[in-house]
Structure formats: C-alpha cells, structure tokens
C-alpha cells in the first residue's frame, strides 16, 4: 500500500467535511417551503409613504 503525503491527508479530511455541511445544507434547502404571504411592513416610514402615494392616486 502506497503512503500518502501529509497535503493529500489533510487535504481529504477538508473535503469530507465540507462534503457533509453541503449534504444538510441542501437537505435543508429541499425542504424550505414557499409562502405566498405578502412581506410584512413594518417600517412607519415606509407605511407612510405608501399611504401618501395611495392618497395622490
């Protein structure tokens, strides 16, 4: 059995590693659900503004 260099070592832990936080980060992807709710305004600048804008119309 051929030895490894120390590179290629730390080299495959890293990617195992990033192997399994890709592999729970797409499965939380995957799992995300999709709202049709409209953003909620909470700014008073904001809702102000959108109440003058209504207003002009």
Do not use: H, T, W, Y
Request: aromatic residues 2%.
């Amino acid at each position: 059995m051929a030895l490894q260099s120390a590179i290629i070592n730390v080299m495959e832990k890293a990617v195992k590693k990033a192997g399994i936080k890709l592999a729970r980060d797409f499965g939380e992807v995957e799992n995300l659900q999709v709202s049709a709710k409209a953003p909620q305004i909470s700014s008073p600048a904001l809702i102000s503004a959108l109440k003058e804008q209504s207003s002009k119309n």
